[in-house]
């Protein structure tokens, strides 16, 4: 059983930045890569950012270039800092196993609202 425990969301204009940390507790071991999804009101969630045990990153088309994904192993947190926010990321962002065939529970994800 792996729990995620995510946090760092909040409301910040056009253009601005936020950086989310997500807190992974539970038997981890077999988990190869880690990824932060979000969804936004009305549509389905979407896998936006992963990492893998190595460090390799691979984003969606949309966030590539703004968003980037990091880790710290030795204390099982996974970051992903998003500057230039937009008002399309306006989503609750969650993080779970990268491969959809392999999640685990959801967390309660945290809010990011992108408004002027």
């Known amino acids: 059983q792996v729990q995620f425990v995510e946090s760092g969301g909040g409301s910040v204009q056009p253009g601005g930045s936020l950086r989310l940390s997500c807190a992974v507790s539970?038997?981890?071991?077999?988990?190869?890569?880690m990824g932060w999804y979000r969804q936004a009101p009305g549509k389905q969630r979407e896998l936006v950012a992963s990492?893998?045990?190595?460090?390799?990153?691979n984003y969606t088309d949309s966030v590539k270039g703004r968003f980037t994904i990091s880790r710290e192993n030795a204390k099982n947190m996974i970051f992903l800092q998003m500057n230039s926010l937009k008002p399309e990321d306006t989503a609750v962002y969650y993080c779970n196993n990268a491969q959809m065939g392999y999640l685990e529970a959801w967390g309660q994800g945290t809010l990011v609202t992108v408004s002027s």
């Open positions: 539970g038997s981890i071991f077999s988990i190869l890569a």
């Open positions: 990492i893998n045990r190595g460090g390799s990153t």
